[in-house]
């Protein structure tokens, strides 16, 4: 699902040794269009901010030989005595080629009417660095130093720390969002695997994904120049196929929780290698 990115310089802590765990089968993920209703939870109200609803729509398709591509849509609708009304609009779309060597990235913010904030680019790979090369909001080029995953690439390796029973896992994460400059520090937190079914939605009982294993997850979020307090905080359950449920958006002033309304499955081909 990629939503922007996580995490503090802490081990991993494995719930059981590494020595005795067996190898974890890599996860094939599913080709689908969700749709999200988001509903304000909660507010400190130091924005005056009084009432908020929004919506996600995504499409996920590809797989491990031909690459995944990624459309995002979030809209939200925020408004309050204090600061009147605001309405983000955040369109993007990515591809990943299958080994997380390539990274495509496009996205475009508008706060109400006029023209958008526009990011274009591609992260490639290149001697053991990332080069990023920009050609929105302004041509650049830069490199970073390090281990960094692309989001499909990220979103896999939790996959194989759920199912290896790992209770937490942090990774570096290159997404492409805001100026597109630096990577997030990622730290997620992993719960035991859910077994209750009966408050999936019909949508996915209809999909057969109800006998899936999946896990609820909290990912935090951190800007490069600030590790001791997440920039926001994705919760949701994780489904072994990379789908998730349950949203829950924490970005410190105001809470959102995002409610699964629609699930369609889309075409998906097998990785023949």
């Known amino acids: 699902m990629r939503f922007h990115l996580l995490a503090a310089c802490l081990l991993v802590a494995s719930a059981v040794p590494a020595a005795a765990q067996a190898p974890v089968q890599a ?14 939870k909660a507010s400190s109200g130091e924005r005056g901010l009084e009432s908020g609803r929004g919506r996600i729509v995504l499409e996920f398709t590809g797989n491990e030989c031909e690459g995944y591509a990624l ?10 005595g204090e600061i009147g009304r605001k309405i983000s609009d955040l369109r993007s779309t990515t591809y990943e080629d299958g080994e997380g060597k390539t990274f495509r990235f496009n996205s475009e913010t508008r706060q109400g009417p006029g023209q958008g904030e526009n990011t274009d680019g591609v992260a490639e790979r290149m001697g053991g660095k990332l080069v990023i090369s920009l050609r929105k909001p302004k041509p650049n080029k830069l490199t970073l130093n390090g281990d960094i995953a692309f989001p499909t690439q990220h979103l896999k390796e939790l996959v194989v720390e759920a199912r290896a029973g790992n209770r937490t896992f942090n990774r570096r994460v290159y997404d492409g969002s805001d100026d597109s400059n630096e990577a997030y520090d ?27 294993s999946r896990w609820p997850v909290s990912i935090s979020f951190f800007e490069p120049d600030d590790a001791d307090k997440p920039a926001y905080i994705l919760s949701y359950e994780l489904f072994e196929n990379g789908f ?19 699930l369609e499955l889309l075409p998906s081909k097998p990785c023949k290698k």
Request: hydrophobic share 45%; net charge positive; aromatic share 12%.
């Open 27 to 40: 996860p094939v993920m599913a080709s689908y269009r969700a749709v999200y209703d988001l509903a304000l």
């Open 71 to 80: 459309s995002f849509r979030q809209v939200t609708d925020l408004s309050g």
């Open 186 to 212: 990622t730290f997620a937190i992993i719960g035991a695997p859910k077994k209750d079914s009966a408050a999936l939605e019909a949508d996915i009982v209809k999909a057969g994904w109800d006998r899936l």
């Open 244 to 262: 998730g449920r349950a949203l829950k958006i924490d970005y410190g002033t105001f809470i959102f929780n995002g409610t699964l309304t629609k």
